[in-house]
T-cell receptor, first 115, second 110 residues
């Protein structure tokens, strides 16, 4: 099992460009998440999908959109990138049931720089 | 605003010592508590989960939970240089979500 995979690993954009970050999981998890991590700020939730067909805003959703394409895949789109969106982006998934329902497992991350 | 607080560190301990990492949280309704380890440039890795008051041991790691005091801790016995990383505390924040602390950086020196 690959777990949670993300593409690309690195990306440099110019202000105003758009891009989509891809995430896939093969653990049959129901819930998927997008976080950003900035120095000293910890992990902040951008959007999440509790189950296939649903998406909800997290703590910092402005400037982003998401799509839960199917149970495996959850993408994050930046429509018009801004320098403030320079960050490391992590995708995570969870939802095996029982006490482990909230255990989240993370992908390797995407390092995004917006010039 | 639900919050999770951690001392940013660095916490410096000698090899072989016990490292003690602490976390407090604001939401009394939280039911699930987690510790993640994150090496520099890597993604967070789940190392411990705890759901009830008391201690939970897994190898060199012990998680301690006190819901009345809203306090979670992680003890690392016989600390090794390979334990040097940032440790993130996470607390359930309602409906499948987790609230993360900013992390404590641990440095284990030979």
């Amino acid at each position: 099992n690959a777990g949670v995979t993300q593409t690309p690993k690195f990306q440099v954009l110019k202000t105003g460009q758009s891009m989509t970050l891809q995430c896939a999981q093969d653990m049959n998890h129901n819930s998927m998440y997008w976080y950003r991590q900035d120095p000293g700020m910890g992990l902040r939730l951008i959007y999440y999908s509790a189950s296939e067909g649903t998406t909800d805003k997290g703590e910092v959703p402005n400037g982003y959109n998401v799509s839960r394409l199917n149970k495996r895949e959850f993408s994050l789109r930046l429509e018009s990138a801004a320098p403030s969106q320079t960050s490391v982006y992590f995708c995570a998934s969870s939802g095996l049931g029982g006490n482990s329902y909230n255990e989240q497992f993370f992908g390797p991350g995407t390092r995004l720089t917006v010039l | 605003q639900k919050e999770v607080e951690q001392n940013s560190g660095p916490l410096s301990v000698p090899e072989g010592a016990i490292a003690s990492l602490n976390c407090t949280y604001s939401d009394r309704g939280s039911q699930s508590f987690f510790w993640y380890r994150q090496y520099s440039g890597k993604s967070p890795e789940l190392i411990m989960s705890i759901y009830s008051n008391g201690d939970k041991e897994d190898g060199r790691f012990t998680a301690q939970l006190n819901k009345a005091s809203q306090y979670v801790s992680l003890l690392i016995r016989d600390s090794q240089p390979s334990d040097s990383a940032t440790y993130l505390c996470a607390v359930s924040g309602g409906y499948n979500k987790l609230i993360f602390g900013a992390g404590t950086r641990l440095a284990v020196h030979p």
